[in-house]
Every structure is written in C-alpha cells, then in structure tokens.
C-alpha cells in the first residue's frame, strides 16, 4: 500500500498527463462500447449467445471468418519476412524507397484501395485483360467477388502491420552473431535458418497476431470484393444492427468476436514466451 | 441584487415559462436549419434543385442534406433522444417497420395535403410517399443485339439462350417475385407468395450471379465495366449509366415498382418543419422537377403535366410501363420481410 503511494507521489506528474487521455477512452469508447455489449444480455438471459453460439448461419460465418483470417495471416507472413529481410539489409536509400512503397498505399483510404482492386480483378479488369491479350487464358479468372479478391484485397492492406513488427526485430538482430556462426562452419542458409530466423521469430509472431487479430474484425473489403457470396462476421454484424434492428444478437456476436480475438492473441503471446523460453 | 438585474432574472423565468406553457410555440420557432437524410449521390441533387431551393426561398430555413437511410442510425437517433434528422428517406417495408416499433411522427394532414395522390397513398399516417421506384431488368445491348434480347425473367433464367455472368440485389425482395414469374406465376398473382417455390427456382440461377449487389450506384456500375451482362437495378441508375453514354438497356416489361416513403423521426425537434419540408414535397410542378433529372416520379397525379414528354418513357408510372409491371404487396413484406432476410443470408452463402 505504501508502496503503491510512493509510486503515486513519484508517478504523479504521469499520473496526470495519463488522466486527460484515460477519461477521453473512458467516455467516450468505454462507456458506449460497454453500453453496446449490455445489449446482448438485455432480457436478463443468455439467449442471443446462445443463438450466436448454436445457430448454423453464425457458426458457418465464424468458421468463415477464422479461415479468412488464417489465410491472409499465412500469405502477409510468406510475402511479409523476405520483404522485412530486404528492407533490413539494403542501403538506406532503398529501404527508404522501399518504405515510401510499403507505406504509400498504408496511407490511402482502404475504401480507395479496395475499389482499386474492382478495376484490377475484375473479370473484364486490367489483369484479366493483360493475360486474355497474351493469350495465357482463354477464360476470364474469377479473381474478384468471391474468397479470392477479399484475401487479395485484405493481404494488401494488411501487410504493413506484418512487416513492421518483423523489420523492427530484424534491425535489432546482431549481424556478428551470423559472422560467428559461419566461422564456426555454418553454411550461409544454415545460419540464417538456425541463427537468423529463430532470433526473429517475436516479430513474426507479433506481425502475425496483429494481422490475424485485424482480419477477425474486417468489414469494408469483404463488403466489396466478396460479391455478398463471402461473409465475413463484421459485415454480418453491421447486417444486424443496419439491417435487422437487431442489437441484442448483434451485440452478442461483437462480444464472442472480441473475445475470439483476445484468446487467439493471448495464444500467440503464450506461444512466444514459451518459445523464447526454449532458446 | 439590483432591480436590472433582479428583471433579467425574471425575464428569464418569463421566458422560461412560457416556453414550457406553449411548446407548440416553441416547436414552430424557426430554427437556422434542417437535416434530410435521403440516398445521396446524384439524387441529392435533385432534391435540391427541385424540394429543398423551394424550401429554403418559402421559409427562410437552410436545408443541409446527409445519407444514407439508416434504419439502426434512425432507432439509435429516437431511442437516445438525440435527433439530428428533421425527414429521412427510408425504404417503404423499413419505414413501416419504423411505424410499429413507434419510431415515427404522424403525418399532419393539415400540413401535407395529399387529396391529389392515390387513395391508397392518402391513407398511410406515418409515411409520406415521396416517389416511385422500379427494380427493373439491364443488359449490355453490345452483347445482346436486337432481336437477341432479353425481355422476361425466364429469359433472365435461360442461361443457354442469353449466356453470361449476372448481378442481382443481396436481398430477397424482389427477387423472390421475380423468381416466381419466371417459374410462370402470373405477375398480377404474386401475392401470397410461393417461398419455396421461389428459392427452388432461384437455386436454378444461383450458380450465373457472380455479384450479389448491396448499392444501387454498384448495380449499375457492374454493367458498365462489363462484370455482367445482364442484371437488375433501380431505373434511375440505369438511366443516369444510359446518360452517360453505357451500352445498357433496361426492360419494363415484369419488373417491380415500389414506393419511396420519407418520415419524420419521433420526437424530432424540428418536427413543424419537418411537416413543411413534407408539404413542399407534394407539389406536382416541383416533382416535375425533380424526375426530370433522376426520373423517379412524384405521386402526385397532376406530376405527369410537369414531366419532360422525352424524360416520360423512362418512368415507372407511365402509362406504358406501369401496365407492365407489378406492385409491390407492402404487407406480404412487412409481416415476412423478416423471415425471408433470415433465409435469404442463410441461402446465399450456402454452397
């Protein structure tokens, strides 16, 4: 308790600049956010989880979801770390050229880059139309208004926040340690295998919670490249509230969604430390 | 305390009681201005071209527009009191669902004189029908020349005959009618419908509808950038893709008409206005107007007068169109419109 007041006193002037920001959060996010999710237990019974939790329709679109979300965490991961890598190792003017490319489109509307991504895909789009010229297909690919186009779309938005986390940890790493252990007879691929890699290993865990996390909660690029044939549970969730009037299993939904999605990163976050552990 | 200062006070009190005694005083106090939410796009302005210059020259109120119609957004704005909207667009099953959960003001029939509007339009008490609107069916004429074109929705259906991708509504309003029409029900016997009849028929053409459309501004878009070659829409915006030169047709013949209702939020605190914004909309020269530019008509019957004779044939209610097509049962829909929603996701993203 002393302890707790000594830190108090010690903490006082972070204590106060903290505040300002906290009663913001808690006004203004916490509060209608905890009002939101009282929805779903209004009637005083568990009724909406229940449905949420047993209805095949929302069973069908959280399998959905989660599998969405594994796939465009897989691909920002294979196309994330080599990306990471080069930005690590180039000279500075390219890592700045490389970020300039990794971050433009990081700073545009996603709505813009998803609508972007109509004109690409689509079945009479600049790629299709690229490789019906070059006679490489003879049948237009159905790259937009299905799983693929909202992964495509989801992967391109998502994968700066996989390769930031995996460059930053990459930067840190001690490039002696790979000199070591080639003199000590590794071959190149084996010390970046059994050096190199186990070393980032936390941002690629990091990267991938955060893109697995984001996907779980998607909306606006499924809404638009799924062709209403994918859905995804954010965008059943706006269905209820939009168009069901329907908050209570709405909100029952957003609750299991979030607690998805705290479990998933709790996981991870298992995962890593266990991992660190065994190093 | 001084005696100025002691008459302010009391002034203030005054001021205070009366405007507790007399509301109806304080609801006609000219604010500066009113929100109407409707669909945005190139409708908004022709809602002000047409309704809200008028408005705004007649009362002196200025006239801000926002969208889109929102159902959660309208009960979340009635429920929490905090009412921004003064008239909102909805569409007609969602504003009759608003009526029974008692999210609306009633229409003042001393305000708004709907005399010269269909019977059967007169009698709704919390819903103003501002409009007409028809789901009709598209095709690119380039890929379905004269003589090879679509004209029914077994057509639609026949995939041999008239080949290619095809968009529809992510809803099943309409498209369970025009399911059933294809089966062969007769248009005008629609109604009470046939439910199974009508998913088994559209399982037949789930498989050629690469797009499910959620936008009116997508369903048209689709056609232009040739993802499909045949679809369906609301006429406006085929007619506004046609405008700017798209290879599209649009077919009369079998299609929907609906109306457009606009209500007033309950306990919108504007509401005297709100009523007014009503009552100029009712006005048949300035519906003229207005489906001149997006040729949705108004419902008042002397509109027709107003109209441009070229902007006519693209009219739901005219004359020629209108006897082909079929109204939509507002009823059939309110009482199922919320099973049907269930179903229809549940359908749709089944494999």
Known sequence: ?????????????????GTVPLLFLL????????????????????????????????????????RIALIVAAICLVLGYPLAYGLAIASPLWATIGFAFLLLPFWTSVLVRTYAWMILLGRNGLLNRTLLDLGIIDQPLALLHNRTGVIIGMVHVLLPYMVFPIYSVMRRVDRQLLSAAEGLGASPTQAFRRVFVPLTLPGVFAGATLVFVISLGFFITPALLGGGRVMMIGVQIERLVRQFLDWGLAAAVAIILLAAALGIAALLRRLLRGDLTWS | MTISKMAWLGGVALAAAVAWAVPVAAQTAKPAQIVVNASGGAQAAALRKSFYEEFEKRFGIRVVD???????????????????????????????????????????????????FPANLQGRTHIFTRSAYSTVMGYRNDIFPAGKRPTTWADFWNVKDFPGPRAMQNSPIDNLEFALIADGVDKDKLYPLDVERAFKKLDQIKPHVTVWWTTGAQSAQLLIDKEVVLGTAWNGRYYAAIQQGAPINMEWNQAGIKESAFVIPKGAKDAHW??????????????????????????????????????????????????????????????????????????????
């Not at chain 1, 308790?1 to 106060?16: N, V, Y």
């Not at chain 2, 914004?277 to 108004?298: E, F, H, R």
């Not at chain 2, 007068?305 to 693209?314: A, V």
């Open chain 2, 274 to 351: 709100a009523q007014q914004m009503l009552s100029v909309m009712t006005d048949p020269k300035l519906q003229g107007i207005y489906a001149n530019i997006v040729t949705y008509p108004g419902l008042n019957l002397d509109a027709t007068q107003y109209t441009d004779p070229k902007i006519q044939p693209f009219l739901p209610t005219h004359k020629d169109n209108l006897s082909r097509q079929w109204w939509q049962d507002v009823d059939w829909w309110v009482k199922n419109g919320k099973t049907m929603q269930d179903r229809w996701s549940r359908w749709v993203i089944a494999k």
């Open chain 1, 27 to 66: 006004l203004l996010f916490v509060y209608p956010v905890a009002r939101l999710l009282s929805f779903s237990v209004e009637g005083g019974n568990f009724a909406h989880f229940e449905k949420a939790l047993t209805d095949g329709l929302y069973v069908q679109v959280f399998l959905e979801t989660l």
């Open chain 1, 1 to 17: 308790m002393s302890a707790g007041l000594l830190g108090l006193r010690r903490d006082g002037p972070a204590i106060a600049m």
């Open chain 2, 66 to 116: 926002s969208s889109p119609p929102d159902m959660g957004k309208l009960r979340a704005m009635v429920t929490t009191g905090n009412i921004e909207w003064a008239v909102t667009e909805l569409n007609v099953e969602d504003a009759m669902l608003a009526q029974e959960q008692g999210l609306l003001e009633p229409i003042d029939p001393k305000i708004v004189d709907r005399s010269r």
